[in-house]
């Protein structure tokens, strides 16, 4: 059986999910193979998409898509001078096809000199030509023809998901199969023949989808006035895909960066902006590779964004800029910083002196401060005169004139119970693209999460720190304080040694903590305190070198566990942490190791933050022997 192809990284995410090693995939549905063959531009529907997939397939069509599916693809143009056959000739539509087909082997007329396009294929006539695909010839096979086709056809798999008989007539449903099948099928040489056509397959052997469509897409182009007219299809018959989602023509908005890919009838949006100070460009201004704005250096994708950022274009050092990022987060296009919305919103999470170059070349120190945004990025902005601006302050960091105004953003009120799809919380809707941050106000620490994560929980007014609608009254940033623990580091405690006790009117007070996360080890004295704890797994605050708390986990004996969720021996599910790490407990040693390997034979123990309704997550397994 073929092996099913990557999901598209665009539009779905990933889950890991452990297989019996006897399991085997799927056949691909009828949606990933036109997927497939559309981003080869092997076969397409028509203006509006329209695959005609139970319509017979007739003898220049197929060869169309013979050629299409070659290593010749598209070197041959949609006319000749050349009539190839008399009932070919060369003002036939398929004409170019017939005559580059036949050159190359992969196709015969009939003995009387024709080719008889209009005939509908029949499954023998189909395999021969895929066969000729994979570098065979007539003369590799014995016997009247086509039993040697029709034997390698099956022994190759390529009859998957095909029931014809050896005469029968070929739908485009079946030739859509049929050269889906070739794409993994062995050449006469032994290589698969995608690897032929010079696309490339996962580590797993699979056709990669994600990269056949990379190479498909054309781009990009910034939606603007007009921006329709540089996309080379009708748009209003495209599916549309904005921020990694499903959308529509109408949700695009001014500043998305567009790819496209004319046979798949697909557009691709990315939203990514950000807005700061134009800091460095390298390796030099005359010739720009990436830029640093706000901080942090971003690759330029296209000469349009280079020649405006270089020593030719508008932008200059000093200057605020609006990046508008693309597919891979490279600069697709600059603008100046108020010319669209590049407001960030975050949280402070250092503030500090650094060094910068004004628009003359000048050399000066300003203090500055660093954001962590709802988007997961962190970026940098010096401000000027004395800053009152410390760690764990919310900001609002905005385009003004030439420099970025940072502010106090404005209050929010919002609360109420997230539902179970995470698509609001109480009666407020979520936007498809809001950007989630967990804060601490105390430190700055911070981490971007995702509405899935907050399913079922309920917010009070203090665990929202911040939320912001877009026009359509839905919540599209969010920050919030502390409410899943995710920001914290988890490990267990193997050591501990505590002193408080008074001796001649004086007060001992420290302590000593040896602990290991995800198998390193650590070691720390705390000074005139102490966290009160004993060895096991504990939750850890601040930095894991010099940790601000420490905090006993709770325990809950377990029955099963997986990536996603533990059963209790109580029978009850406990949802499990994404980061969460397995300990094989010997003698109160604690080996790093895996649930494959404990769940079998093992005792396991899960240690939690806090109970699931309020986000808490099973952070640490622990296995002992039975």
């Known amino acids: 059986m073929k092996k099913r192809i990557l999901p598209l990284l665009l539009t779905l995410s990933l889950t890991a999910s452990l297989l019996p090693a006897a399991w085997a995939a799927p056949a691909p549905s009828v949606d990933e193979m036109a997927q497939v063959l559309a981003a080869l531009d092997i076969m397409t529907g028509d203006e509006n998409g329209d695959l005609m997939l139970s319509r017979n397939v007739k003898r220049s069509e197929f060869t ?20 190839p056959y008399p009932d070919v000739p060369y003002t036939h539509w398929a004409a170019p096809y017939v005559e580059a087909a036949v050159a190359a082997g992969y196709v015969n007329g009939y003995l009387d000199g024709t080719f008889h396009p209009d005939e509908n294929i029949t499954l023998a006539m189909g395999v021969t ?91 990009p182009v910034v939606q603007e006035t007009g921006w329709q007219s540089k996309v080379n299809f009708d748009v209003s018959t495209a599916k549309v895909y904005r921020a990694g989602k499903a959308s529509s023509l109408a949700a695009l908005q001014a500043g998305d960066v567009i790819y496209w890919s004319k046979p798949m009838r697909t557009l691709w949006a990315y939203t990514g902006k950000v807005t700061g100070l134009y800091q460095a460009v390298s390796p030099a201004a005359s010739t720009p590779s990436a830029v640093t704005v706000a901080g942090k250096t971003y690759p330029i994708e296209t000469a349009a964004a280079a020649y405006a950022l270089s020593n030719l274009g508008e932008f200059k050092v000093g200057d605020t800029v609006t990046l508008l990022l693309g597919r891979d987060g490279g600069v697709a296009a600059v603008t100046r910083g108020t010319a669209l919305n590049g407001t960030v919103y975050g949280v402070v999470s250092a503030v500090m002196d650094a060094p910068y170059t004004d628009s003359d070349g000048h050399s000066y120190t300003a203090k500055t401060v660093t954001v962590t945004a709802t988007d997961g990025n962190s970026y940098s902005y010096p401000v000027e005169g004395k800053s009152s601006w410390e760690a764990g302050d919310l900001v609002k960091v905005a385009a003004a004139g030439s420099t970025a105004q940072l502010s106090k ?138 940790p601000a ?59 939690y933050d806090r109970d699931a309704a309020s986000g808490g997550r099973i952070r640490i397994i622990t296995a002992r022997a039975q």
């Open 409 to 546: 953003p404005e209050s929010t009120s919002l609360s109420g119970k997230v539902n179970s799809s995470a698509t609001q919380i109480g009666s407020v809707k979520l936007a498809d693209d809001v950007e989630i941050l967990d804060v601490d106000t105390d430190t700055g620490a911070a981490v971007k999460i995702y509405p899935d994560r907050l399913a079922g929980m309920t917010l009070s007014s203090s665990d929202v720190k911040f939320a912001r609608k877009n026009s359509a009254g839905e919540v599209d940033a969010l920050i919030l304080a502390d409410v899943t623990g995710d920001l914290w580091s988890y490990g267990v405690l193997t050591d501990v040694t505590e002193t408080d006790s008074s001796y001649a009117g004086m007060w001992t007070l420290y302590g000593t903590y040896q602990y290991t996360v995800n198998g390193t080890p650590y070691f720390y004295t705390y000074q005139n305190g102490i966290f009160n704890l004993k060895p096991g797994p504990v939750k850890i605050e601040g930095s894991l070198q010099v």
């Open 549 to 607: 708390k420490m905090e006993a986990l709770k325990s809950v004996k377990l029955t099963s566990a997986d990536a996603q969720s533990a059963l209790t021996a109580q029978g009850e599910t406990f949802p499990v942490w994404s980061g969460v790490t397995v300990y094989l407990q010997e003698d109160g040693d604690y080996r790093l190791t895996s649930l494959e390997r404990v769940n079998v034979g093992y005792t396991l123990t899960g240690w």
């Open 64 to 83: 169309k898509l013979t050629i299409a599916a070659s290593p010749l693809g598209d070197s041959v143009g949609s006319s000749t001078s050349v009539s």
């Open 129 to 219: 030509m895929a066969v000729r695909l994979l570098g065979y010839q007539d003369s590799d096979f014995s016997g009247a023809w086509p039993s040697g086709q029709m034997t390698l056809y099956r022994n190759l798999d390529l009859d998957e998901g095909i029931s014809l008989g050896q005469n029968d007539n070929m739908t485009r449903l079946d030739a859509m199969r049929l050269f889906y099948n070739l794409l993994t099928a062995k050449t006469k040489a032994g290589q698969t023949y995608l690897l032929t056509l010079g696309h490339t397959l996962t580590p797993a052997g699979e056709i990669d989808l994600v990269a056949l469509v990379n190479s498909a897409m054309e781009g």
